[in-house]
Every structure is written in structure tokens, then in C-alpha cells.
């Protein structure tokens, strides 16, 4: 077997509108309508759905849990403006700008909270 990339993963949320509304406004993701009433996020060629918690679509997670999830997401705008656009948007950041080791080498990121307390890395590859 040979595993080529990630289509999407799930996130369970207190609120899918709340959670729709904070990644297509201020991580600029394109909310989508799929299948019998999902919602989901999609960004490149992958996406995020999202369950909302007690009412999660099966099979689920063994145990769905809002505010769970740790994930880091790659981004060609740099960090500067990423950081001016948080800041005026009022969203915290909790570290950063900082160096880590991504999936492909070096990156840059920062840490930030989505409203249901889910760590969200956002980061720009480094030259190796």
C-alpha cells in the first residue's frame, strides 16, 4: 500500500455555523453543502467536514469530542500578513512565529485557538 495524501479528516463541533463561519471568513476556506445536509470546509484539494457534536454522522470517531484536535495547515501567504489579519480580526495568538519540522522540512508557524478550543498551526515552508 502506498498512501499519497490527505482527501480530509473530521472535526466535531459545538456549532457548525459558528465553526463554518470562522474558517471560510478568517482562514478564507470555501464552506461547501455535501451529501444528505453535510457541511464541510475545503481548501486546495482537501477538505475538513464537520459533525456537530450529538448529532454525528456514521461512522464516527470513537469518541467525538469538540476542542480535541491539533493540526497544522500550510499557507504560501506569509506569516506577517497572516498575523495583521488575525490581529485585527481579534483572534489571539497563543505562540509564534516559531520553527518547526513539518511533513516535507523546515516550516515557520503560529499557533491559534478556533472557537471550539482545537490548537490550529498555520504555517509557511522554509528553504531547507
Known sequence: MKIVRLDHFVLT???????ANFYAGILGMERIAFG???????????????HEAGAEFLPKAA????GS??????????????????EEAGIAIE???VS???ATGPIRSIY????????????NIQPS
Request: aromatic share 4%.
Open 36 to 50: 444528505d445536509g453535510r457541511t464541510a470546509l475545503k481548501f486546495s484539494n482537501q477538505k475538513i467536514n464537520l
Open 13 to 19: 463541533v459545538a456549532s457548525i455555523e459558528v465553526t
Open 63 to 66: 469518541s467525538p469530542t469538540p
Open 95 to 97: 505562540e509564534g512565529p
Open 69 to 86: 484536535a491539533d493540526f497544522c495547515l500550510i499557507t504560501e501567504t506569509p506569516l506577517d500578513e497572516i498575523i495583521e489579519d488575525l
Open 112 to 123: 491559534l485557538r478556533d472557537p471550539d478550543n482545537n490548537l490550529v498551526e498555520i504555517s
Open 100 to 102: 518547526r519540522t513539518g
